[in-house]
């Protein structure tokens, strides 16, 4: 049965730990096979947090499991302070854990605009508004209107979603996502299929979008983590294989070997 939050839930305690999710003995199992096996996490509460590794590491298996996607087989999910591990999807983005590009995928035939109010009316309690007449969410045109300033789409706002570049629908689904006021942002390979002219306004919008929060992403570009991410774990066939700075795992012979040995991804 789904829980009722209240505000006062999302609110992290004074006195809780630096680290805003945790993970102790992360495992997933398919039949035999480990796609990942007995994996500890700690991010920190304000920072921006890597999930990297080959192909075939298990970064999205693991992504899927901090989101609740997936249910672990064995191991322990902590979001600030609270086990998570048994809840739901929705719930837990209740809470403020929030993935894009999952909950913020866009509606292709609405405008920039509109897409940004459905979240929003989603955030605000006004879901069954949105068959209603304009009149009822006129009231949050207003944030709406902010957060694709926040994200360069001030001036897209009346095109719809099919009509606009891939790097600004990639910025679109992230506005829709701050609509929902996450804690935590999980961004799953943000700048995947980009050119080289979308990476670095990408990236620079995540590192605003952070600000005042705590971000998790998985990300194939190294150069987009190394100016990027405060901190670094590095998966190889589903396990931890280290974690630190990005100078730390970016000399590390380990590290060096797995990524010029990888297989095809999960």
Not at 29 to 40: I, M, S, T
Not at 234 to 249: D, I, K, P, W
Request: aromatic content about 6%; overall charge negative; glycine content about 8%.
């Amino acid at each position: 049965m789904s829980e009722t939050l209240s505000l006062d839930e999302r609110r992290p305690d004074a006195d809780a730990s630096a680290y805003a999710l945790t993970a102790r003995g992360l495992t997933k199992q398919f039949g035999g096979f480990h796609a990942v096996k007995n994996v500890d996490l700690s991010i920190r509460r304000g920072s921006i947090h890597a999930l990297i590794g080959p192909n075939g590491a298990g970064k999205t298996t693991c992504f899927n499991l901090l989101t609740k996607t997936l249910t672990p087989t064995a191991g322990t999910i902590t979001f600030e302070g609270r086990d998570i591990t048994g809840m739901r999807a929705a719930d837990v983005a209740r809470l403020g854990l929030v993935r894009s590009f999952q909950i913020s995928a866009t509606f292709p035939h609405l405008t920039a605009l509109e897409n940004v109010r459905v979240a929003l009316q989603s955030a605000y309690g006004k879901a069954f508004h949105f068959w209603r007449s304009l009149s009822a969410v006129e009231p949050l045109n207003a944030r709406a209107e902010e957060l694709l300033d926040r994200v360069g789409l001030a001036q897209s706002r009346n095109l719809t979603a099919a009509e606009l570049s891939y790097g600004k629908k990639r910025a679109l689904e992230i506005a829709t996502t701050l609509a929902l006021d996450p804690q935590i942002m999980l961004l799953d390979e943000p700048t995947a299929g980009m050119g080289h002219e979308d990476i670095e306004p990408i990236t620079e919008l995540i590192r605003e979008a952070a600000k005042g929060r705590t971000v998790l992403i998985v990300e194939h570009n190294l150069s987009v983590v190394s100016t990027l991410c405060d901190r670094i774990t590095v998966l190889q066939h589903g396990q931890l294989l280290t974690e630190g700075s990005y100078a730390e795992v970016s000399s590390n012979p380990d590290v060096i070997t797995a990524y010029m040995g990888g297989v095809d991804d999960d």
